[in-house]
């Protein structure tokens, strides 16, 4: 059976793979590699593909799948918290950019109807290659990405009323005033669908799906709600764009968005690409370089005005004029609704065929330059705002964020634990007692409902997947620790962790010591088999990385040995008995090493003639002799053989002292 759009899929992908390769090796942007990779397949290139209408169709699909994703990010709290961004920030960007292009027209001797339509097009951004550059660069929450984000969804609301908007300025508009209030109206409905949703239907619907523990229930439970969403928006006129950003607002309200993130995003990527290619194949190259010197001049009037017109919606929010800056340069291109409009002016006269030349070629040129402008637009923010107010603005543009009080807190040099099983469970205890800050990553939806009521700071999801291991800021832990009983799922889990940080040590639980071989090799530092006291072991370890001293360790265990094991099902939330742990030096360790050694350079002769530092980079702090222990430690200090020494160094110096103490 031949499948119509497969030849074209194969041609796209195969000389995508190729054109990015080679831009890759020029660091030039993957984005830019698919915009040249339409050029070329398209029919104004090579010809390659002969059915751009389902290329058109799998563009559509990366559109939706983006906003979705976007939605799924955001919620509809953070939502709440940019409104006066949206609408203010918003209406003056659009606005704005269609008073200044009217202007610009109406002296190029252009129709006023037409100088309008312009405006429109103009003031139009490309919210799926924005946003995609902001997630890449870690943007996405930073001031001037909140700014951006908040204009680009006015944008893709104002884009319906634009299109009522459209038969007006010809002349041909029926009963306007009535278009406008129905959509009002299904607009308001789409946000009562939206609301009542993520409130009480979504979060239970994904709760149900949850418990069956089958990872295709539950993506196939995400994929419909987005594409229900998205249906809905598109029959009452909005656009599926919009709907898709609707249906990830829905689930970000649930504890399942992470998991829905990891789910979808592989297939946002590969259709994402199908639309930046299918833009690329619009470009008609001849008149491109026959009208070089018009088109460069038109590009550089819309990033100027596009530009501005940002900056000042920015600056009119009293955001400082660096962050304003970064916005409007962010925002400076003409996006794909105006693509969409575009078609639209064409059928009602508004744009002849040479002007939707210079539009797609103006287009597609802002499109190509936007990873460039957005790569150094810090640079040019900073220049801009030194000669303007003459000293540059200490804005840090790291990830800001909110974070309301159910999502997981912000952590640093905590515990990560993976499973919350019989064995996750101790460790979580022994981490609440000694006061060690910690989180959990669980699949089973009803232990994680049921353990967020009680406080427990725990998220959905499968740590297979690099987003969710990001979440709970593993590339910040000092420890994870695996204690699920799949052996499988364990080695991806130890794999997908050395992906987002080499340094964390990683503690695996495993029934088999068969298994440890094979899980050294693929990354974790402690391996402990079942055979072991697994739970006692896990977070006796643990405590000894914080630097616990390892006479309080051993009272510890001994207290849960000595009370067969009850201790660890009622370990009180906090406690007194270790409270002093050191978290500030990760990279020493505090050992004690007995001497077996006779050798004469070391055993009774002065610290000051053994020179310990020099010879082996460690530091002796005590010693116990029988039952006497040394505390003043001096250049007299003599170390005798059978004597316990206690020494601070890096890792590597004490392991090779202790194996030169141990040779006869």
Request: glycine share 6%; aromatic share 8%; charged share 15%.
């Given at each position: 059976?031949?499948?119509?759009?497969?030849?074209?899929?194969?041609?796209?992908?195969?000389?995508?793979v190729?054109?990015?390769?080679?831009?890759?090796?020029?660091?030039?942007?993957?984005?830019?590699?698919?915009?040249?990779t339409?050029?070329?397949?398209g029919?104004?290139?090579?010809?390659?593909?002969d059915?751009?209408?389902?290329?058109?169709?799998?563009?559509?699909?990366?559109?939706?799948m983006?906003?979705?994703?976007?939605?799924?990010?955001?919620?509809?709290?953070?939502?709440?918290?940019?409104?006066?961004t949206?609408?203010?920030?918003?209406?003056?960007?659009?606005?704005?950019s269609?008073?200044?292009?009217?202007?610009?027209?109406?002296?190029?001797?252009?129709?006023?109807?037409?100088?309008?339509?312009?405006?429109?097009?103009?003031?139009?951004?490309?919210?799926?290659?924005?946003l995609?550059l902001?997630?890449?660069?870690?943007?996405?929450?930073?001031?001037?990405?909140?700014?951006?984000?908040?204009?680009l969804?006015?944008?893709?609301?104002?884009?319906?009323?634009?299109m009522?908007?459209?038969?007006?300025?010809?002349?041909?508009?029926?009963?306007?005033?009535?278009?406008?209030?129905?959509?009002?109206?299904?607009?308001?409905?789409?946000?009562?669908?939206?609301?009542?949703?993520?409130?009480?239907?979504?979060?239970?619907?994904?709760?149900?799906?949850a418990?069956t523990?089958?990872?295709?229930?539950?993506?196939?439970?995400?994929?419909?709600?987005c594409?229900?969403?998205?249906?809905?928006?598109?029959?009452?006129?909005?656009?599926?764009?919009?709907?898709?950003?609707?249906?990830g607002?829905?689930?970000?309200e649930s504890?399942?968005?992470?998991?829905?993130?990891?789910?979808?995003?592989?297939?946002?990527e590969?259709?994402?690409?199908?639309?930046?290619?299918?833009i690329?194949?619009?470009?008609d190259?001849?008149?491109?370089?026959?009208?070089?010197?018009?088109?460069l001049?038109?590009t550089?009037?819309?990033?100027?005005?596009?530009?501005?017109?940002?900056?000042?919606?920015?600056?009119?929010?009293?955001y400082?004029?660096?962050?304003?800056?970064?916005?409007g340069?962010a925002?400076?291109?003409?996006?794909?609704?105006?693509f969409?409009?575009?078609?639209?002016?064409?059928?009602?006269?508004?744009?002849t065929?040479?002007?939707?030349?210079?539009?797609l070629?103006?287009?597609?040129l802002?499109?190509?330059?936007?990873?460039?402008?957005?790569?150094?637009?810090?640079?040019?923010?900073?220049?801009?705002?030194?000669?303007?107010?003459?000293?540059?603005?200490?804005?840090?543009f790291?990830?800001?964020?909110?974070?309301?009080?159910?999502?997981?807190?912000?952590?640093?040099?905590?515990?990560?634990?993976?499973?919350?099983?019989?064995?996750?469970?101790n460790v979580?205890?022994?981490?609440?007692?000694?006061?060690?800050p910690?989180?959990?990553?669980?699949?089973?939806?009803?232990?994680?409902?049921?353990e967020?009521?009680?406080?427990?700071?725990?998220?959905?999801?499968?740590?297979?997947?690099t987003?969710?291991?990001?979440?709970?800021?593993?590339h910040?832990?000092?420890?994870?620790?695996i204690?699920?009983?799949?052996?499988?799922?364990t080695?991806r889990?130890?794999?997908?962790?050395?992906?987002?940080?080499?340094?964390?040590?990683?503690i695996?639980r495993t029934?088999?010591?068969?298994?440890?071989?094979?899980?050294?090799?693929?990354g974790?530092?402690?391996?402990?088999?079942?055979?072991?006291?697994?739970?006692?072991?896990?977070?006796?370890?643990v405590?000894?990385?914080?630097?616990?001293p390892r006479?309080?360790?051993?009272?510890?265990?001994?207290?849960?040995?000595?009370?067969?094991?009850d201790?660890l099902?009622?370990?009180?939330?906090s406690?007194?008995?270790?409270?002093?742990?050191?978290?500030?030096?990760?990279?020493?360790?505090?050992?004690?090493?007995?001497?077996y050694?006779?050798?004469?350079s070391?055993?009774?002769?002065?610290?000051?003639?053994?020179?310990?530092r020099?010879?082996?980079?460690?530091?002796?702090?005590?010693?116990?002799?029988?039952?006497?222990?040394?505390?003043?430690?001096?250049?007299?200090t003599?170390?005798?053989?059978?004597d316990?020494?206690?020494?601070?160094?890096?890792?590597?110096?004490?392991y090779?002292?202790?194996?030169?103490?141990?040779?006869?």
């Amino acid at each position: 059976m031949e499948i119509p759009v497969l030849d074209d899929v194969v041609i796209i992908l195969g000389l995508a793979v190729v054109v990015i390769l080679s831009f890759q090796r020029f660091r030039l942007p993957t984005i830019l590699g698919f915009l040249i990779t339409g050029v070329i397949a398209g029919p104004h290139g090579l010809s390659l593909v002969d059915n751009i209408h389902n290329i058109e169709i799998l563009a559509e699909i990366g559109v939706i799948m983006l906003l979705f994703i976007i939605g799924m990010e955001f919620s509809l709290r953070k939502l709440a918290l940019i409104k006066r961004t949206i609408f203010i920030g918003g209406t003056t960007q659009v606005l704005g950019s269609i008073l200044l292009a009217t202007a610009v027209m109406l002296l190029l001797n252009y129709s006023l109807g037409q100088s309008i339509f312009i405006g429109f097009l103009i003031s139009l951004s490309s919210t799926a290659i924005v946003l995609k550059l902001l997630q890449d660069n870690g943007e996405f929450n930073s001031p001037h990405g909140k700014i951006v984000l908040a204009i680009l969804i006015f944008q893709d609301i104002v884009v319906v009323p634009m299109m009522l908007l459209t038969p007006l300025l010809t002349g041909k508009a029926d009963n306007i005033g009535f278009q406008l209030l129905l959509m009002f109206l299904k607009g308001l409905l789409v946000i009562v669908v939206v609301l009542i949703s993520a409130r009480y239907l979504v979060p239970r619907l994904l709760y149900l799906v949850a418990q069956t523990k089958s990872k295709e229930l539950f993506i196939l439970s995400i994929v419909a709600i987005c594409f229900m969403v998205a249906w809905l928006t598109s029959s009452l006129g909005l656009s599926l764009a919009l709907g898709a950003f609707m249906a990830g607002l829905i689930i970000s309200e649930s504890e399942y968005s992470h998991q829905a993130t990891s789910n979808i995003l592989p297939f946002r990527e590969i259709f994402t690409s199908f639309f930046f290619v299918s833009i690329g194949m619009l470009l008609d190259m001849s008149f491109l370089l026959t009208h070089l010197p018009l088109v460069l001049l038109f590009t550089l009037g819309t990033f100027l005005i596009n530009t501005l017109v940002a900056t000042v919606a920015a600056r009119l929010l009293q955001y400082p004029l660096r962050t304003a800056i970064l916005a409007g340069i962010a925002l400076f291109q003409v996006g794909e609704f105006a693509f969409i409009l575009s078609k639209t002016g064409l059928s009602y006269g508004l744009l002849t065929p040479v002007t939707y030349q210079y539009f797609l070629s103006v287009s597609l040129l802002t499109m190509a330059l936007t990873p460039f402008a957005i790569q150094h637009s810090r640079r040019m923010a900073s220049f801009i705002s030194l000669k303007l107010l003459g000293k540059s603005e200490p804005i840090p543009f790291e990830n800001y964020s909110h974070t309301p009080s159910e999502e997981l807190p912000e952590l640093e040099d905590h515990i990560v634990i993976i499973g919350f099983g019989i064995n996750g469970r101790n460790v979580a205890k022994a981490a609440r007692f000694a006061k060690i800050p910690y989180t959990i990553i669980e699949m089973n939806a009803v232990t994680v409902k049921k353990e967020r009521h009680r406080g427990e700071p725990i998220l959905f999801g499968d740590a297979v997947h690099t987003m969710i291991l990001s979440h709970v800021n593993v590339h910040k832990a000092r420890v994870v620790v695996i204690a699920i009983s799949d052996p499988d799922a364990t080695k991806r889990i130890i794999a997908a962790v050395r992906q987002v940080s080499a340094k964390v040590h990683i503690i695996v639980r495993t029934r088999f010591v068969e298994e440890m071989n094979e899980n050294f090799r693929i990354g974790a530092d402690e391996v402990i088999p079942e055979e072991f006291e697994t739970s006692i072991e896990i977070f006796t370890r643990v405590l000894s990385k914080y630097l616990m001293p390892r006479d309080e360790i051993e009272h510890f265990t001994q207290l849960i040995r000595s009370d067969n094991y009850d201790m660890l099902r009622s370990l009180p939330g906090s406690g007194n008995a270790i409270t002093n742990l050191s978290h500030d030096l990760p990279d020493i360790e505090v050992a004690s090493l007995r001497v077996y050694t006779s050798d004469s350079s070391i055993v009774e002769k002065a610290l000051a003639d053994a020179n310990l530092r020099g010879r082996f980079n460690i530091t002796l702090v005590a010693i116990k002799r029988e039952r006497q222990t040394i505390l003043d430690i001096n250049a007299h200090t003599v170390i005798k053989k059978g004597d316990v020494i206690y020494v601070v160094g890096k890792p590597d110096d004490v392991y090779r002292f202790g194996n030169y103490l141990k040779e006869e």
